[in-house]
């Protein structure tokens, strides 16, 4: 028998960088949709470049 040291949870292995990258990804998209996504985005940016109405 061998004693191997367990892995350390810090380690980085193959399969935590995917677990983190993911982790990322939803992060991500959860943040976009709470910024109201890009459809939201272009709305804003139509209304920016539209001139601003006069108030008579």
């Known amino acids: 028998m061998t004693d191997e040291k367990p ?3 810090w380690k980085l292995t193959p399969g935590r960088i995917i ?5 990322v990804l939803i ?10 996504g890009l459809g939201n985005y272009q ?3 139509e209304a920016a470049s539209t001139p601003a109405a006069t108030k008579p």
Not at 27 to 36: E, F, H, K, R, T
Request: proline share 5%; charged share 5%; net charge positive.
């Open 19 to 23: 677990i983190l990258l993911f982790g």
């Open 43 to 45: 709305a804003l940016r």
């Open 7 to 9: 892995i350390s949870p």
């Open 27 to 36: 992060v991500v998209y959860v943040a976009s949709a709470l910024m109201g």
